[in-house]
């Protein structure tokens, strides 16, 4: 069992940044692929960036690339989705989730944190 915790959420104006984290519990993180994905009220949950479990990989969205770094730190447990110049597009619950199978069907998934840009 994993059990993903998001954290860094908030208000934040067009333009400027936030840092998400997510944290795992468990001695398996480092054999999970992670991604970051986020859904507005209304509509389907949507892919934004993924690592592969060495962190030597990574892939991310048209809408989000050059703006947002996903990045791990297996050693604590840890997956970062660093966000700099954010759209009001860009408010959504994003959701941290850890996969051995690929992303149609994560293994496991957080409760999520809310990001709310500003314009």
């Known amino acids: 069992q994993v059990q993903l915790v998001e954290s860094g959420g908030g208000l934040v104006q067009a333009g400027g940044s936030l840092r998400l984290s997510c944290a795992a519990s468990g001695r398996t993180f480092s054999s999970y692929a992670m991604g970051w994905f986020r859904q507005v009220p209304g509509k389907e949950r949507e892919f934004a960036a993924s690592?592969?479990?060495?962190?030597?990989?990574?892939f991310y969205a048209d809408s989000v690339k050059g703006r947002f770094t996903i990045s791990r730190d297996n050693a604590q447990n840890t997956v970062y989705l660093q966000m700099n110049t954010l759209k009001p597009e860009d408010t959504a619950v994003y959701y941290c989730?850890?996969?051995?199978?690929?992303?149609?069907?994560?293994?496991?998934w957080g409760q999520g944190t809310q990001v709310t840009v500003s314009s």
């Open positions: 690592i592969s479990s060495s962190g030597s990989s990574t």
């Open positions: 989730a850890a996969t051995q199978r690929g992303w149609l069907n994560p293994d496991y």
